[in-house]
Nanobody, 116 residues
Framework: QLQASGGGLVQAGGSLRLSCAAS????????MGWFRQAPGKEREFVAA???VYADSVKGRFTISRDNAKNTVYLQMNSLKPEDTAVYYC????????????????WGKGTLVTVSS
């Protein structure tokens, strides 16, 4: 089970830190990542635990993980209104693709709202 938290309302230029805690099994050997879905849009890749980032967040977002805590984090700085979305953490057991259909486990999302 994956549980994302840390979302909220923030002004443009602000920061938030999302957390995704895994329970029930150890995900340390699996790749973990973050996706987001804005209203009316498809779910899109944001960042992967291999420190791969979507172009739209490079230089602003940082992903990290703590295997001892079975947790992955997403530090989001310099937030923009277009970052507003529900953010999801996901786990991929095998493969190398970072697309929504390649993920094996999903957590419940956490809403991030960035006001202008």
């Amino acid at each position: 089970q994956l549980q994302a938290s840390g979302g909220g309302l923030v002004q443009a230029g602000g920061s938030l830190r999302l957390s995704c805690a895994a329970s029930g099994r150890t995900f340390s050997t699996y790749a973990m990542g973050w996706f987001r879905q804005a209203p009316g849009k498809e779910r899109e890749f944001v960042a992967a635990s291999s420190t791969v980032y979507a172009d739209s967040v490079k230089g602003r977002f940082t992903i990290s993980r703590d295997n001892a805590k079975n947790t992955v984090y997403l530090q989001m700085n310099s937030l923009k209104p277009e970052d507003t979305a529900v953010y999801y953490c996901a786990v991929r057991r095998y493969g190398s693709r970072w697309s929504a259909d390649a993920m094996d486990y999903w957590g419940k999302g956490t809403l991030v709202t960035v006001s202008s």
